[in-house]
């Protein structure tokens, strides 16, 4: 069974720009989360989106978004980059019958 | 969700059984047990979970006390390829916040 997938793998941007990262869940799984992990630092949640709805999301600004697909994908959009926003952007989706969560490679974000 | 409490670091000997402790005393009755691990710079990589019982699979084995307040994972025959940081992690199974906690971890390094 293929794992959650995330793309692009590294991806450089300058302050003010916007970022769009994509990720893929496991087949059959319907709910993706995405986290952000700054260097050095724990996995802080952002988004929990499940059935195409946004169900909770982390203590971040709002030019953190995202969506989900009617194909269970996932989209986080960052508007407005910060220097701070410079992290490991990890994707998880969810074994509903465990409610175990499994994430993907991440998307390493640099902005200069 | 109820905090865990896990040592920063642990050292083990190749081949040797690591045992990574965790301290949950606050847990409550429905709240399950979920270890990761992440490897320098990747993504999370789920080991094992349990409620009450120990498990075992592939990859590892939990203990959880019978009071449960705390459990041990045990990788049983460690190679160099384990070395990175294990999360703890309790949760409610179905949770409305959706997101897991992750606190520091431990940092396992395998030697040779």
């Known amino acids: 069974e293929a794992g959650v997938t995330q793309s692009p793998t590294h991806l450089i941007k300058t302050r003010g720009q916007q970022a769009t990262l994509r990720c893929s869940p496991i087949?059959?799984?319907?709910?993706v989360y995405w986290y952000q992990q700054a260097l050095g630092l724990g996995l802080q949640f952002l988004l929990w989106?499940?059935?195409?709805?946004?169900?909770n999301r982390g203590n971040f600004p709002p030019r953190f978004s995202g969506r989900q697909f009617p194909n269970y994908s996932s989209e986080l959009n960052v508007n407005a980059l910060e220097l701070e926003d410079s992290a490991l952007y990890l994707c998880?989706?969810?074994?509903?019958?465990?409610?175990?969560?499994?994430f993907g490679p991440g998307t390493r974000l640099t902005v200069l | 969700d109820a905090k865990t409490t896990q040592p920063t670091s642990m050292d083990c000997a190749e081949g040797r059984a690591a045992n990574l402790p965790c301290n949950h005393s606050?847990?409550?009755?429905?709240?399950?047990v979920y270890w990761y691990r992440q490897i320098h710079s990747q993504g999370p990589q789920y080991i094992i979970h349990?409620?009450?019982n120990n498990e075992t699979n592939e990859m590892a084995s939990l203990i959880i006390t019978e009071d449960r307040k705390s459990s041990t994972l045990i990788l049983p025959h460690a190679t160099l390829r384990d070395t990175a940081v294990y999360y703890c992690?309790?949760?409610?199974?179905?949770?409305?916040?959706?997101?897991?906690?992750f606190g520091r971890g431990t940092q396992l390094t395998v030697w040779p």
């Open positions: 349990g409620l009450k």
């Open positions: 992690i309790s949760s409610y199974r179905g949770s409305t916040l959706g997101r897991l906690y």
């Open positions: 087949s059959g799984h319907t709910s």
């Open positions: 606050t847990i409550s009755g429905n709240e399950y």
């Open positions: 989106y499940d059935e195409g709805e946004e169900r």
């Open positions: 998880a989706s969810r074994k509903v019958d465990t409610d175990t969560q499994y």
